[in-house]
């Protein structure tokens, strides 16, 4: 069962018709959309010192994460107040069976990746130490899409199994088993 919460705290220091947005969001990383436009993960704007200006009025948020059922929540932002988004996301009821590759990223900024057309990551997730994305060895359209400003990165990747992909912002792409 999923519990939705929407709270609107005390007004901050506002400006000319914005408001803001927080969101806490289990899984934290997932993609956040706004009228259709990608922000970054939900993790990016879940602390009191870091919130999404909007303009006031209604918007769309779109919560996405390839292991979980997409959420769509309409959303009002009020001038000068915070609202915050409080969910947890539904499991997608799919057995995951290997063999996987992984796929890593280096050197990118904010900015979601996309597999065949769908949101799997954001580029900061996949150039920590230790994390990578668990893919189902195929070849994919891949596009690396910056938050604000940047044009797209899009190529055919192709994983293979126990082996890890590195795609970097330079051009270089690189594998190691």
Known sequence: MTIACILLASPLVAQKNVGY???KIDPWDAGLYVDGTYQGTAAMYGFKTKTLA???GKHEVKLVDPRYEDLIIPLQIDKGKTSTIRMA?????????????ELETSGFGNAAIYLNDTYYANTKELQTSGHTLLIKPGTYSMKIMPVGEGNPRE???TI????????????ATTRRK
Do not use: H, Q, W
């Open 54 to 56: 909007l303009p006031v």
């Open 89 to 101: 996301m539904v499991p997608k009821k799919v057995e995951y069976k290997g063999p996987f590759g």
């Open 21 to 23: 947005l927080r969101v």
């Open 155 to 157: 190529e055919e990747i």
């Open 160 to 171: 293979n199994a126990d082996e890890v992909l590195v795609i970097s912002k330079t051009g």
